[in-house]
């Protein structure tokens, strides 16, 4: 069956530092991937897609790999601040329904001055 | 609209009525999504329209769940002889038309559901 999975204990780093998120999949052959930043009572709001040819995007302090073969993508919140602690959520698009998109449990992120 | 609105923003029903949550997604936006969400886990998909209709309800859980968009703008999701396992927060969604390209959804805040 398929499957995405990202790290459900909450990831805690000090200020300043690099955050590094998981996203893991199985069963899927998605045409892209997206991320989302979801803070308490909110829904999620779009940060990055990458699509299954690309390798890497990068967004101001954001950066984003996407590796096929592994079925992985790597989520980095470089320079961390207290006010990028949240849930971050990975969503896969298949290509056979664009629309359909399938998100992970998300990983909370906690930054501590 | 600025931005995706869900009204209302809490419902608390008895087991056994019927609910209505309505989404009013960003103008212009053609494809508009519902999901829900249980406290710890992501979205959930439930189904998506392209205009006013169904691109995909692979995702309604059985036939107590509706969804409609008559005008291709506003849409409702219609849930009958609510169950105590319906609660949860359930998401409205907008984008421009996406298809082969990227398409990226913006949210409302959802309206939580619960079913006592």
């Known amino acids: 069956s398929q499957k995405i999975e990202q790290n459900s204990e909450a990831l805690n780093i000090q200020e300043g530092k690099t955050a590094t998120l998981t996203c893991n999949y199985t069963n899927y052959s998605p045409a892209y991937l997206q991320w989302y930043r979801q803070d308490p009572g909110r829904g999620p709001v779009f940060l990055l897609l990458?699509?299954?040819?690309?390798k890497e995007k990068r967004k101001e302090r954001l950066k984003v790999t996407f590796d096929t073969t592994l079925k992985q993508s790597l989520f980095h919140i470089t320079a961390s601040q207290p006010a990028d602690s949240a849930t971050y959520l990975c969503a896969l698009v298949p290509t056979d329904s664009w629309g359909k998109l399938q998100f992970g449990a998300g990983t909370q992120v906690v930054v501590t001055p | 609209g600025a931005g995706v609105s869900q009204t209302p923003s809490n419902k608390v029903t008895e087991k056994g009525k019927y609910v209505e949550l309505r989404c009013d997604p960003i103008?212009?936006?053609?494809?508009l999504y519902w999901y829900r969400q249980s406290l710890g886990q992501g979205p959930e998909f439930l189904i998506y329209f392209q205009g006013t209709g169904a691109a995909d309800d692979s995702g309604l859980p059985n036939d107590r769940f509706f969804a409609v968009r008559p005008e291709g703008s506003v849409s409702t999701l219609k849930i009958q002889r609510t169950e105590r396992g319906d609660s949860a927060v359930y998401l409205c969604?907008?984008?421009?038309?996406?298809?082969?390209?990227?398409?990226?959804?913006?949210f409302g805040a959802g309206s939580r559901l619960t079913v006592l």
């Open positions: 103008s212009g936006h053609t494809a």
């Open positions: 990458i699509r299954e040819n690309e």
């Open positions: 969604a907008s984008s421009q038309e996406g298809g082969a390209g990227a398409n990226v959804l913006t």
